[in-house]
């Protein structure tokens, strides 16, 4: 059995005496990062790995062993741009912290995503000497973005598709009522829809130009209608809608109108 050896990496800081305290604080730095849920990795100045933490093997598959004196990009997965390692690197040797998310790839070929913060590490002269990588696996929420992306671009299609839909019936509708002007235009017939609970009138354009009148000229109302009604047949009106009414059953009468011209017209008027 191979004996497990402890990875370090000494990172040059100012010449001082540590002392026992210091030592301490040392050890506990050490454990935190041991320990931590973030991967950690220390590269130096060229970008050959100095130290990994036991995160990062549990996520990647590849031993301290094997990761130690390799470059990071033992990860590489294909999916980011050759200008987009450029840039990161550009950025932290000029001693700026990169900030930004990896597509990577385990050991076994599995895709990860990664949220990571690069930063440089100086020595006393102020020369970049490591490079120390934390890195958070948002594969996870990576997937739900996807499927959330996904879930709306199905639903804007849905959306797209039904207003397809609904445009073409509205230009078929239009034409069928077009077509039904025009019908009624040759007939001389017109129809009209009476809705009692708002005391509001719909009347075809046949209708209109059958009582002579213009729609702003007109109240499209039941008592604006009965106004059109020749004032000795006005009753004879109100009966049979009143009776229609309390029956429920169709009506069908003959009538005199007064257009506002005061030509007297008889029209043909039936409703259910």
Not at 102 to 121: H, M, R, T
Not at 142 to 155: A, V
Request: hydrophobic share 35%; net charge negative; proline share 4%.
């Amino acid at each position: 059995m191979a004996e497990k050896k402890d990875t370090a990496v000494q990172v040059p800081t100012a010449k001082r005496e540590l002392g026992e305290a210091g030592s301490v604080e040392i050890r506990k730095l050490h454990m935190a990062v041991e320990h931590s849920p973030a991967t950690v990795v220390i590269t130096d100045a060229e970008g050959s790995i100095q130290y990994v933490n036991p995160k990062f093997t549990e996520l990647t598959g590849y031993s301290a062993e094997e990761a130690l004196g390799k470059k990071p990009n033992i990860l590489k997965s294909g999916k980011h741009l050759p200008d987009f390692y450029r840039r990161m690197w550009e950025t932290i040797k000029q001693g700026k912290e990169w900030r930004g998310e990896f597509c990577n790839l385990k050991k076994n070929g599995d895709l990860y995503w990664e949220a990571a913060s690069i930063s440089p590490v100086r020595d006393e002269g102020g020369n970049i000497t490591h490079f120390v990588a934390v890195k958070e696996d948002i594969t996870q929420r990576k997937m739900d973005e996807e499927e959330l992306r996904l879930m709306r671009d199905e639903l804007e299609k849905r959306v797209a598709e039904r207003t397809e839909e609904l445009t073409g019936a509205v230009r078929q509708l239009r034409g069928s009522e077009s077509s039904l002007a025009e019908a009624q235009r040759i007939a001389h017939l017109g129809n009209w829809d009476l809705d009692l609970r708002a005391n509001s009138l719909y009347w075809s354009d046949e209708i209109y130009r059958i009582f002579g009148l213009k729609p702003r000229e007109f109240g499209a109302t039941y008592e604006a209608f009965l106004n059109t009604v020749h004032p000795d047949d006005r009753e004879h009106v109100k009966g049979a809608v009143n009776r229609a009414l309390r029956a429920n059953e169709p009506y069908s009468i003959d009538h005199r109108i007064v257009l506002p011209d005061g030509t007297v017209r008889v029209v043909h008027e039936q409703a259910e």
